[in-house]
T-cell receptor
Framework: GENVEQHPSTLSVQEGDSAVIKCTYS??????FPWYKQELGKRPQLIID?????GEKKDQRIAVTLNKTAKHFSLHITETQPEDSAVYFC??????????FGTGTRLLVSP | DTEVTQTPKHLVMGMTNKKSLKCEQH?????MYWYKQKAKKPPELMFV???????INESVPSRFSPECPNSSLLNLHLHALQPEDSALYLC???????????????FGDGTRLSIL
């Protein structure tokens, strides 16, 4: 089955810096890759997703890149703000299989 | 505003109690999910309902019993739970299963369950 590894487990940046979180997946047939943000005590919230027929997708300060050959995808957050502080989960899915989550990255943005 | 509504938000129950968690969505989604999330861990899939039929059961103990009465509602019946079952229980939904392109899963706020 699919296995998703996520790094780093914690990431501390200064406000205004960029943050990058990386995930690798094992199943080359996986074709859907969402990213979720989860604030303390809150629900996981979908922030961006990408499908395997696309190499990059941007939404304001957030972007995701996908390298199918290397089987990895990354979340890029530019101009970070304190409200970006949260746990971020990547995930991968193939067809009708279940969504497999990474282990999460705790992002702390200091003012 | 969350479009997937879960009740109750918090639940404390003894190991001999019977209780139910409820999830509701009015987005016309036909796939609904139950996840369990322990602290500092990712969500862990328990069950998937597709067109009101159970399609995935991730070998969940029988003390957890899901039910999908209609396309908008999903219940999780709890009986004789163990202390290790204490966790955040999340419901999610996504639009028409079986479509060529995967559709995003949207989560509710969850029910925080504590077993005494």
């Amino acid at each position: 089955g699919e296995n998703v590894e996520q790094h780093p487990s914690t990431l501390s940046v200064q406000e205004g810096d960029s943050a990058v979180i990386k995930c690798t997946y094992s199943d080359s047939a996986s074709n859907y890759f969402p990213w979720y943000k989860q604030e303390l005590g809150k629900r996981p919230q979908l922030i961006i997703d990408i499908r395997s027929n696309v190499g990059e997708k941007k939404d304001q300060r957030i972007a995701v890149t996908l390298n199918k050959t290397a089987k990895h995808f990354s979340l890029h957050i530019t101009e970070t703000q304190p409200e970006d502080s949260a746990v971020y989960f990547c995930a991968a899915k193939r067809g009708f299989q279940k969504l497999v989550f990474g282990t999460g990255t705790r992002l702390l943005v200091s003012p | 505003d969350t479009e997937v509504t879960q009740t109750p938000k918090h639940l404390v129950m003894g190991m001999t109690n019977k209780k139910s968690l409820k999830c509701e969505q009015h987005m016309g989604h036909r796939a609904m999910y139950w996840y369990k999330q322990k602290a500092k861990k990712p969500p862990e899939l328990m069950f998937v309902y597709s067109y009101e039929k159970l399609s995935i059961n991730e070998s969940v103990p029988s003390r957890f019993s899901p039910e999908c009465p209609n396309s908008s509602l999903l219940n999780l019946h709890l009986h004789a739970l163990q202390p290790e079952d204490s966790a955040l229980y999340l419901c999610a939904s996504s639009s028409t299963p079986g479509r060529k392109e995967d559709q995003p899963q949207h989560f509710g706020d969850g029910t925080r369950l504590s077993i005494l």
